[in-house]
């Protein structure tokens, strides 16, 4: 019997309360086709208790048909709302839940399957805790074919520094803590599109992010409110929704699908993030001097609901989330790690790893520029480290001998024109250490590293 098929039973085997809440289910959609969304209103109805399910909210965030909002109506418990002009997921899902009548609301996406008993579940764990926030186990619905396909239930949400979603396996460590496969599995992140939430407790948070455009990033913001101001993050696997994962998004971006996403999760940064914010924009930096929008009420929120700090959460949430430590031990053990957290000085700042440069002001004393980590979203993505060349001549010599050079990632790298603007910059500031650079490279790539052949100016050639 395998472990799926084990859990199965197990969740068969399980009895809920009698008296759970019933919930409002609100559905956003923009120019998502009529038969796709028939499908998802259907499966709420027909695999849900008739009691639990208190109404259908539908938001048409300004399809090009308006009947799709009309003729979905008619359907039972469906309201339909259609925006005036497009507001995107964010303020659409908003709308939604200021006019639910229900006590708990049920986000979904507009192309999902919810499979059968999805929902009681969910609804214990509010009705046991109503600061839980919780979402089911998300299967595949093939894109080509519909056809379900169940997924792995010993997964939990994770991201890294350049706020980039990520599926993670349950380690070793906590699989052999769980006893029971049905027991819920704390989540860092939640995938955002698929959750339960108390209304009240999501009125008291402060809903979403209204300033955020059309999709992208608001999980991250949700996620982090939920942990640092007293809630927390489960997945539930017994309880499951298929969803169809396209490989692009079927609309229009009016400022561009990376220039959203940037804004969104820059907002989420400036706000949640405190000092480590620096890590993400050393992961993103075309986010630098990206207009963002006012952040002072989301500021004022988080004041106002006494937050824990970010650093709390990297402690308390993920510790698991690390980043490579790049010149702590330079060149002699360059694949080793630390924790994501910089240790904290007596004053209460954050110490960050940092390389000295030659004072150009006159003082004998040095001037130091903080290194940043690098994105594990990807893997080589190198950032380029400015110094003068004439600080690291000691450490020369035994980076001749013990650098190498993991060359598949030069492969990667090679071509990617976005690096040629990094190449200018620091050329205007100052040499780049290539020794430094191919060693991040091979810290990064984390396989089994080759000699570097040739000359060691062949690291250009990624440009």
């Given at each position: 019997?395998?472990?799926?098929?084990?859990?199965?039973?197990?969740?068969?085997?399980?009895?809920?309360?009698?008296?759970?809440?019933?919930?409002?289910?609100?559905?956003?959609?923009?120019?998502?086709?009529?038969?796709?969304?028939?499908?998802?209103?259907?499966?709420?109805?027909?695999?849900?208790?008739?009691?639990?399910?208190?109404?259908?909210?539908?938001?048409?965030?300004?399809?090009?048909?308006?009947?799709?909002?009309?003729?979905?109506?008619?359907?039972?418990?469906?309201?339909?709302?259609?925006?005036?002009?497009?507001e995107g997921l964010i303020r659409s899902r908003i709308r939604g839940a200021d006019v639910a009548q229900a006590g708990v609301l049920?986000?979904?996406?507009?192309?999902?399957?919810?499979?059968?008993?999805?929902?009681?579940?969910?609804?214990?764990?509010?009705?046991?805790?109503?600061?839980?926030?919780?979402?089911?186990?998300?299967?595949?619905?093939?894109?080509?074919?519909?056809?379900?396909?169940?997924?792995?239930?010993?997964?939990?949400?994770?991201?890294?520094?350049?706020?980039?979603?990520?599926?993670?396996?349950?380690?070793?460590?906590?699989?052999?803590?769980?006893?029971?496969?049905?027991?819920?599995?704390?989540?860092?992140?939640?995938?955002?599109?698929?959750?339960?939430?108390?209304?009240?407790?999501?009125?008291?948070?402060?809903?979403?992010?209204?300033?955020?455009?059309?999709?992208?990033?608001?999980?991250?913001?949700?996620?982090?409110?939920?942990?640092?101001?007293?809630?927390?993050?489960?997945?539930?696997?017994?309880?499951?929704?298929?969803?169809?994962?396209?490989?692009?998004?079927?609309?229009?971006?009016?400022?561009?699908?990376?220039?959203?996403?940037?804004?969104?999760?820059?907002?989420?940064?400036?706000?949640?993030?405190?000092?480590?914010?620096?890590?993400y924009y050393a992961a993103r930096p075309a986010a630098q001097g990206r207009p963002y929008g006012n952040v002072q009420s989301r500021?004022?929120?988080?004041?106002?609901?006494?937050?824990?700090?970010?650093?709390?959460?990297?402690?308390?949430?993920?510790?698991?989330?690390?980043?490579?430590?790049?010149?702590?031990?330079?060149?002699?053990?360059?694949?080793?790690?630390?924790?994501?957290?910089?240790?904290?000085?007596?004053?209460?700042?954050?110490?960050?790893?940092?390389?000295?440069?030659?004072?150009?002001?006159?003082?004998?004393?040095?001037?130091?520029?903080?290194?940043?980590?690098?994105?594990?979203?990807?893997?080589?993505?190198?950032?380029?480290?400015?110094?003068?060349?004439?600080?690291?001549?000691?450490?020369?010599?035994?980076?001749?001998?013990?650098?190498?050079?993991?060359?598949?990632?030069?492969?990667?790298?090679?071509?990617?024109?976005?690096?040629?603007?990094?190449?200018?910059?620091?050329?205007?500031?100052?040499?780049?250490?290539?020794?430094?650079?191919?060693?991040?490279?091979?810290?990064?790539?984390?396989?089994?590293?080759?000699?570097?052949?040739?000359?060691?100016?062949?690291?250009?050639?990624?440009?």
């Amino acid at each position: 019997m395998t472990f799926s098929s084990f859990s199965l039973l197990r969740c068969m085997t399980l009895h809920y309360r009698p008296d759970l809440p019933p919930t409002s289910v609100i559905i956003t959609f923009h120019n998502e086709a009529r038969s796709t969304l028939l499908r998802t209103i259907r499966s709420v109805l027909n695999r849900t208790p008739v009691h639990l399910v208190h109404e259908i909210i539908l938001v048409d965030d300004f399809s090009d048909d308006p009947d799709d909002c009309r003729l979905l109506g008619k359907l039972p418990k469906v309201k339909c709302l259609r925006n005036g002009q497009r507001e995107g997921l964010i303020r659409s899902r908003i709308r939604g839940a200021d006019v639910a009548q229900a006590g708990v609301l049920t986000f979904l996406d507009s192309h999902c399957e919810v499979n059968k008993d999805w929902l009681l579940p969910l609804l214990q764990r509010i009705k046991e805790d109503p600061t839980r926030v919780v979402s089911p186990v998300i299967d595949i619905i093939n894109l080509d074919t519909f056809a379900y396909v169940a997924a792995s239930s010993d997964l939990r949400g994770g991201f890294d520094w350049s706020l980039h979603f990520r599926w993670e396996q349950l380690s070793p460590e906590q699989k052999a803590k769980r006893l029971d496969p049905t027991e819920p599995i704390k989540t860092p992140i939640i995938a955002g599109g698929l959750f339960v939430i108390d209304k009240a407790w999501f009125n008291h948070l402060g809903k979403y992010d209204s300033a955020m455009d059309i999709w992208g990033g608001e999980n991250f913001e949700i996620s982090f409110r939920v942990w640092m101001c007293g809630g927390s993050l489960e997945i539930i696997p017994c309880s499951r929704v298929g969803h169809v994962f396209r490989k692009k998004h079927p609309y229009v971006f009016p400022e561009g699908n990376a220039n959203t996403y940037i804004k969104n999760t820059k907002r989420t940064a400036e706000v949640w993030m405190d000092e480590f914010k620096q890590y993400y924009y050393a992961a993103r930096p075309a986010a630098q001097g990206r207009p963002y929008g006012n952040v002072q009420s989301r500021v004022d929120l988080r004041k106002r609901l006494k937050c824990h700090s970010f650093k709390w959460y990297l402690e308390n949430v993920y510790p698991e989330l690390r980043y490579r430590s790049m010149i702590s031990v330079w060149f002699l053990a360059p694949s080793a790690s630390q924790p994501l957290h910089p240790s904290t000085t007596q004053s209460g700042h954050p110490e960050i790893t940092q390389l000295p440069m030659a004072s150009t002001s006159g003082s004998s004393s040095p001037r130091y520029i903080p290194v940043p980590p690098l994105s594990s979203s990807s893997l080589c993505d190198p950032l380029i480290l400015l110094v003068q060349p004439w600080t690291l001549i000691p450490h020369f010599l035994p980076a001749l001998w013990s650098f190498p050079l993991a060359s598949s990632c030069l492969r990667e790298l090679r071509g990617r024109n976005r690096h040629k603007d990094l190449l200018v910059q620091a050329s205007q500031k100052g040499m780049m250490n290539v020794l430094l650079f191919l060693n991040i490279v091979r810290s990064q790539c984390d396989i089994v590293p080759r000699l570097l052949r040739g000359s060691l100016l062949q690291g250009f050639q990624c440009w």
